[in-house]
């Protein structure tokens, strides 16, 4: 059998993995790349007798070595054995996809352009020429529609003749300077790859391409050489730029639009707004919320009388240690998953719905004009965004800031933004014993509790405040299938990692109730209870929760039973809801602000907000209690 391996190379919102979806379905296997925390896709499909193996590579505007996706993506292309690329093109922008195509044909590899969204681009007046693209650059361009599978068996088909594919690509000249420093170079270099390619990488300044090069002074003299060009890596930028909006220019028409101002720009009017924007934006938000408390609550209460029913026909009532076990962790089992379960994967299927129609860059633009008067950069909004799904890994994309004291003030706010286990919280167990108002309330709470955090550390840490640079995706119809695969991918580690967990931590609590030791950890905590005015064992979960925020919910249902509301009164339980969602979330985030700044600036940070959190929810509990709630 024949294989072959094809990266999937492209910019962000450009429709690889609605490509990839395309291909081969939603069977893609997500994993961390060795040594990062950046994501990459893998799927295969059998066609006839050759296997092809699909690598989607991370959005990236360029390759280089700047950011971690770009880093990923240049080893894979340079540093693993591939067949080819595919690199997906926006027809509404062709001249920034050309960017990176003329990079990788420096480097000779064979390449085929998908080109995406050309009925999108027709519906703004562009025209691409495709045919005349083919004859510029030599390899072949193949107009794509994976929404409807256009296009795709064509591509198959180019992907499996990829090795014969002729290498007589199209090549950028620079100026007579540079192209003069690129032959002394190539004289010095050794390796598998292009002479040429390794040249320019070298003097554009990727230290990962020194290895290539004889002897590395050699590239100091040569820059050095070049006075016409002082900034010679930025020059070979411009004219690569320039190149690609020449060639962008000859392939496409432009014919105005009878209407004038189309819908897009209708709608940017309101969501982009300086007074509409923000409200727009509070009031989507709050619908998507509210959707997430409706049906959330509607399958937590089906799941949590399923699971009642189904211990109740097991007959666990006998005493033996062995009966314990079983009864607490199947307890444990179906009260984590009733509460946390629903909420979870709403949360992740309504932000992909956002993320890919579009909507969710421009709540982020509103949103970044507020968190500037608590001196938040600009940057900051876009790790705060990821930190809705999970604070381990906004935790990493602090990266993309300027300077550790900005990374790290911005890490401080992740003790308030409501990842999507603290959601499940909220809902699951406030909103669902509670009511919707509560849940609200404890949202509301989180965000004064971080204002306040923001601007008494803002005395401490200042930070110089940087514009917010965000690509505006156009607005797009989602892809339903791409959206539950994506759902899915995200919240796998839920049911791998935390549903034995909430086993293990029912029948633990099971065995410590048995043979009361519970009295050894609830005991010496009793204070810390007390401060917040709830039941002394509610320790309990709110410790378990450190390990796994989603142990939360199943670990107060192991404790007090599924009648919680018969325990904890509303303002009891809006104040565990407080308490447990205000300060970094668990051990996979600690370990990750570890590994970011540190282990001393990780736990004082850690041990800090967790105090603040506590301190927040007990002043609540009693400015509450004093006005009667």
Same mark, same amino acid.
């Given at each position: 059998m024949n294989r072959l391996k094809i990266l999937l190379i492209g910019q962000p919102n450009v429709g690889k993995s609605s490509l990839l979806d395309a291909i081969v379905g939603p069977r893609a296997v997500i994993s961390n790349y060795p040594g990062t925390t950046v994501e990459i896709l893998k799927a295969e499909k059998l066609v006839d007798d050759t296997a092809i193996e699909f690598v989607d590579t991370p959005g990236i505007y360029s390759i280089s070595d700047k950011s971690e996706e770009e880093k990923v993506t240049e080893k894979n292309l340079f540093e693993t054995k591939i067949d080819g690329v595919v690199v997906v093109a926006d027809a509404t922008s062709l001249e920034r996809s050309l960017y990176i195509v003329l990079q990788i044909l420096e480097a000779k590899i064979p390449t085929i352009i998908a080109l995406n969204f050309v009925e999108e681009a027709k519906n703004k007046g562009i025209y691409i020429d495709y045919r005349k693209l083919e004859s510029f650059l030599n390899i072949p361009v193949i107009p794509i529609n994976p929404l409807v599978k256009k296009g795709i068996e064509n591509l198959i088909d180019k992907i499996l003749d990829i090795k014969n594919q002729r290498n007589d690509f199209f090549v950028v000249r620079y100026d007579d300077h540079i192209e003069k420093a690129i032959e002394r170079l190539s004289e010095h270099i050794g390796g598998d790859l292009p002479e040429r390619f390794i040249a320019l990488r070298v003097l554009e300044g990727d230290s990962d391409f020194y290895k290539y090069v004889e002897d590395e002074k050699i590239i100091d003299s040569i820059k050095d050489s070049i006075k016409e060009h002082p900034e010679v890596a930025e020059d070979i930028c411009i004219t690569r730029y320039g190149t690609s909006s020449f060639i962008a220019e000859k392939v496409t028409t432009i014919k105005p639009i009878k209407d004038g101002r189309d819908i897009e720009d209708r709608v940017d009017s309101i969501l982009l707004h300086h007074f509409l924007g923000p409200i727009s934006t509070t009031l989507s938000l709050v619908a998507v919320f509210g959707v997430l408390l409706y049906l959330g609550n509607i399958i937590q209460g089906y799941l949590m009388d399923l699971s009642d029913s189904f211990l109740a026909s097991m007959n666990l009532g006998q005493n033996t240690l062995m009966f314990t076990l079983l009864s607490d962790g199947i307890r444990g089992l179906t009260a984590g998953v009733a509460i946390a379960l629903p909420y979870v994967f709403l949360f992740y299927i309504l932000l992909g719905l956002l993320e890919d129609m579009g909507v969710l860059s421009r709540f982020i633009i509103n949103a970044e004009r507020a968190l500037r008067r608590i001196g938040l950069p600009g940057k900051a909004f876009i790790p705060l965004a990821l930190g809705l799904g999970c604070t381990a890994a906004a935790t990493r994309s602090t990266r993309v800031l300027s300077s550790k004291k900005e990374q790290f003030y911005t890490a401080s706010f992740f003790s308030f933004v409501p990842c999507s286990s603290r959601t499940a919280i909220i809902m699951g167990v406030v909103g669902f014993y509670g009511g919707l108002t509560l849940a609200v309330i404890v949202f509301i709470t989180m965000i004064i509790s971080g204002v306040i955090w923001?601007? !008494?550390?803002?005395?401490?840490?200042?930070?110089? +405040?940087?514009?917010? !640079?965000?690509?505006? #995706?156009?607005? +797009?119809?989602? !892809?339903? +299938?791409?959206?539950?695969?994506?759902?899915?991918? +995200?919240?796998?580690?839920?049911?791998?990692?935390?549903? #034995?967990?909430?086993?293990?931590?029912?029948?633990?609590?099971g065995l410590m109730d048995k043979f009361e030791l519970t009295g050894m950890i609830v005991n010496p905590l009793s204070q810390i209870t007390k401060w917040l005015g709830l039941p002394s064992v509610i320790i309990i979960p709110i410790l378990f929760g450190f390990l796994q925020k989603d142990l939360t919910g199943g670990m107060l249902v192991s404790v007090v039973g599924n009648n919680v509301s018969m325990v904890l009164t509303p303002l009891q339980l809006y104040t565990f809801g407080v308490a447990t969602s205000i300060g970094i979330p668990c051990i996979i985030a600690l370990s990750m602000l570890i590994k970011e700044f540190g282990f001393k600036k990780a736990i004082g940070l850690t041990i800090i907000s967790s105090m603040y959190g506590i301190l927040f929810a007990g002043i609540s509990w009693r400015v509450a209690t004093i006005f009667g709630f």
């Open positions: 923001g601007l !008494l550390i803002n005395k401490i840490l200042v930070v110089k +405040r940087e514009p917010l !640079l965000l690509e505006l #995706p156009p607005y +797009r119809m989602p !892809l339903v +299938r791409n959206i539950l695969a994506k759902s899915w991918i +995200r919240m796998k580690d839920f049911v791998y990692i935390v549903i #034995p967990l909430l086993i293990v931590g029912g029948m633990l609590y």
